[in-house]
Every structure is written in structure tokens, then in C-alpha cells.
């Protein structure tokens, strides 16, 4: 089995541990060595899940103390993905990072009049549901399409279009995760959503990355406790 598959597994496997055993936020995982034993597999597979537990969020490293729980993945999230598929799906927003902060970069720089006008139609459609009882994930997903349109590059549509099935999957689960908390989580996200598009209508392109990567690093908390 690929190396990369087998760290999906144990990455699987120690969030399980952290749900299975109720470990708190600040607890410490087993070590390395009994990870490794423990899933019959090397400390180098067990050392790149838990690399990508803590780009997630999930669990933090301290030098030559092991690696603790940071943040819990919210028990929501079972309900629109099997926990098996959560480190390829989280490990998506490794590649939005780059694509979509350089999108709205670009976005800034190159939208026309019309663009514009179909990024600020997407942000509406999607403030209206938000604000209501609706799913709101596809008009998310269209907001963001209509910026990778508007970079005038048919490669970062097509590279979006590819991460669809996982993108809406965690915009269905963000949605979701969110209305179950205070009122002002899902204002944050509209906030948020908000500011890529001032830096867009306003052509600062670097406001525009920042504010695109603001958000999907906001976008990834939310999908813990």
C-alpha cells in the first residue's frame, strides 16, 4: 500500500483515538513508537500523520514532550463525511491555500465589469442563505467559482472544478457546524466572505489573497469544536 494511503490510515486512526478515548483539548496522544506498534505500521507513516494533524489543527507537537490534542474535530463532521475520508478531504485546504488565495489575487487584478458583477450576484445569493434556513453550500461554492472565473484562467477553474466533491463537502459540514453554534459564527462567515469581495471590487490584490486565506484558515476552525 502507498506510503500516502497508509498515513491517511493512521491519521484515521489516532482521531479515533482522541474521540474514542475523550482526550481533551491539551492532552497528550501516545507516543511514536506505541502509535506505530499499535497500528502495526513505521514511526516515519505514524511522524507524516501526525505532520498533518497538527497543518490541521488537530494536534500540536512540543519538543521532546510528543504531540497533544490542539483541537477536537467536531462530532458533526460524521454526519457528512466518514472519518476515513476526513485527512483527504481536511487536506484539501492545503491546496485552497495556494489556488484560491492567488485566484483572489489575480481576481483583483484582472476582473471585468461583468465579473464583478457576478461575484457581487454569488455574495448575495449567498448572504441570503446564510441568513435563512437553507443549505447556503452551493451558493458558497459558486462565490468562490465566479472569483477563480474572474481571474481570466481557465487552469484555476479547472483545478477548482477538480476539489469540487471535497470542497462542498466541507462547505455542506461548515454550514452546518456553524448554525449549531452562537448566531455571530455564521455573521463571521459573511464577514469573512465580506472583505474577499471589498479587496476584489477595490483591485488590492494583495488585500484580496489575505483576506482569501483569512478565511479558509477560519474555515478549517470551524470545523472543530
Not at 507524516?48 to 458533526?76: M, Y
Not at 481557465?154 to 452546518?176: N, T, W
Request: net charge neutral; no cysteine.
Amino acid at each position: 500500500m502507498a506510503e500516502g494511503r497508509l498515513a491517511d490510515r493512521a491519521y484515521t486512526a489516532i482521531v479515533q483515538i482522541i474521540n474514542q478515548d475523550a482526550l481533551a483539548t491539551g492532552d497528550r496522544l501516545p507516543s511514536e513508537a506505541r502509535l506505530a506498534e499499535t497500528f502495526g505500521m513505521s514511526r516515519t507513516i505514524v511522524r507524516e500523520a501526525l505532520v498533518r494533524l497538527a497543518a490541521d489543527g488537530i494536534t500540536e507537537a512540543r519538543r521532546g514532550a510528543g504531540s497533544f490534542v490542539k483541537r477536537r474535530p467536531s462530532e458533526r463532521l460524521g454526519s457528512h463525511m466518514p472519518m476515513d475520508a476526513l485527512a483527504a478531504t481536511l487536506g484539501t485546504y492545503e491546496v485552497r491555500f495556494v489556488l484560491e488565495a492567488e485566484a483572489a489575487r489575480l481576481a483583483a487584478q484582472r476582473r471585468s465589469h461583468a465579473q464583478l458583477d457576478a461575484i457581487e450576484a454569488a455574495l448575495a445569493a449567498l448572504r441570503a442563505a446564510l441568513l435563512s434556513s437553507a443549505p447556503a453550500h452551493d451558493e458558497d461554492w459558486l462565490l468562490h467559482r465566479a472569483i477563480a472565473e474572474a481571474t481570466a484562467n481557465q487552469a484555476f477553474v479547472a483545478m477548482f472544478d477538480h476539489l469540487r466533491e471535497e470542497v462542498i463537502r466541507i462547505l455542506r459540514a461548515g454550514v452546518d457546524i456553524s448554525r449549531s453554534r452562537p448566531p455571530e459564527v455564521i455573521g463571521a462567515m459573511m464577514d469573512e466572505h465580506d472583505a474577499i469581495v471589498d479587496a476584489i471590487r477595490a483591485q488590492d490584490a494583495d488585500g484580496a489573497a489575505l483576506a482569501m486565506r483569512w478565511h479558509l484558515s477560519q474555515g478549517r476552525k470551524r470545523l472543530m469544536p
